[in-house]
């Protein structure tokens, strides 16, 4: 099996209200489209991914796929859904399918298990279909006045993808261009296509109306999860006339030894991040036998970190930072240091604490042999980007 999906986005989406085609507006901060294609790109089975977009979409959509790997590039719909879908079958030509998932593009909460199912349908079938029982009692109506009960026992609600044998359903849409078929299983149907029907999802929604959003948000943040990492780090001082604490650099009568710039705050920040995230420490990331991160900046440590939250969909909830030293005096480049923190994490500063204390006297850090920092990080992850 050679398995293409089309994702159908070349609608105007007016029912969600005016401005911009609703495939293209955010559900938890990113683009309904750009979240249909993460689901359809990133399972396995699936080779390749193109998108029937509206001609006057091409920058909406540039905007939309950046950053997303292996996608073909957008198809301009015509004036129908069917007329969309005729295009892109016939765009996805060169990629020699032999299947292909024909899935809505405002359908972005389709997981990886649904696909499975339709993808397993095909081995033995030409056509499958996604679908839901109806629980709801159906009555006929008319001028405001219930009628006859429908016999729901009969009917299922059509998601999708839908997938076909991509010779088939191509075929069915070259004979039929006079109709107008609101899904492709309609179509494949009338074209005599027997088409399997498989279990569909209550979350693979339609986002189409203004109500929709609020329950795609409310759909993600319950689908969101809260981990925590902490960090410890310290450095001895040596001979030199400053530190750099948290990506700044202050006056003091000593420096501190180390393979980087010895910035024990943003080490230990960035442990907390790689900590929420499972996935390891520094020294893992940026191994201290490796020259090349010599006297570097240690920015470039977090902000790597920060990559990685961003890269599995996450968010920094806040980050709480104690330097343990003698000396020199934090207090007064206190809000400094949080302002470089929250630059180098592109987040509010409201979310960046920095505090510090010494130790009495006692201890290393008491006697001045060094500084300590630790901190805890708090992130938000999709519950699904969780690391085996
Ligand atoms: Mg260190």
Redesign the pocket.
């Given at each position: 099996m050679r398995i293409a999906a089309l994702i159908v986005a070349a609608g105007r989406g007016t029912r969600a209200g005016d401005g911009v085609p609703k495939q293209y507006r955010p559900v938890g901060g990113i683009p309904i489209l750009a979240r249909t294609l993460r689901a359809l790109a990133g399972h396995q089975d699936v080779a390749a991914v193109a998108t029937v977009i509206h001609p006057d979409d091409k920058s909406l959509y540039n905007e939309c796929v950046a950053g997303l790997e292996g996608l073909l590039p957008p198809v301009s719909g015509g004036a129908t859904r069917q007329a969309s879908v005729l295009a892109g079958l016939e765009a996805l030509s060169s990629t020699n399918p032999t299947h292909v998932l024909i899935h809505d593009g405002a359908r972005p909460f389709v997981d990886a298990a649904l696909v499975s199912r339709v993808i397993d349908a095909l081995r033995t079938h030409d056509a499958a279909l996604p679908c839901l029982p109806v629980s709801d009692t159906l009555r006929e109506h008319a001028d405001g006045l219930a009628g006859d009960t429908i016999d729901r026992s009969t009917l299922v609600r059509a998601q999708t993808p839908q997938g076909f044998l991509y010779d088939a359903i191509l075929a069915a849409h070259r004979d039929n261009q006079a109709s107008n078929f609101t899904d492709d299983v309609a179509l494949a149907v009338a074209a005599g296509i027997e088409t399997y029907l498989v279990d569909g999802s209550e979350e693979n929604i339609k986002v189409t109306a203004p109500d929709d959003f609020e329950r795609s948000e409310r759909f993600l943040s319950a689908q969101q999860e809260t981990r925590t990492g902490s960090g410890f780090?310290v450095?001895r001082f040596t001979d030199g006339d400053h530190v750099t604490l948290c990506g700044v650099e202050i006056p003091h009568t000593q420096a501190l030894l180390?393979h980087s710039d010895?910035d024990?705050g943003l080490?230990a920040i960035t442990d907390a991040v790689l900590g929420a995230l499972s996935e390891g420490d520094?020294g893992d990331h940026f191994p201290p036998s490796d020259p090349q991160w010599k006297g570097t900046a240690s920015r470039t440590f977090l902000e790597h970190a920060a990559n990685l939250l961003a890269a599995r969909g996450g968010r920094l909830t806040n980050v709480d930072v104690t330097l343990i030293a003698e000396a020199p005096k934090i207090g007064p480049h206190r809000e400094t240091l949080r302002k470089s923190v929250a630059t180098i994490l592109n987040v509010d500063l409201g979310r960046v604490s920095i505090k510090a204390t010494t130790t009495e006297g006692l201890g290393f850090t008491g006697r001045g042999e060094g500084i300590a920092a630790q901190a805890v990080a708090t992130v938000s992850l999709p519950s699904s980007a969780s690391n085996p």
């Open positions: 780090d450095h180390g010895a024990v080490h520094i």
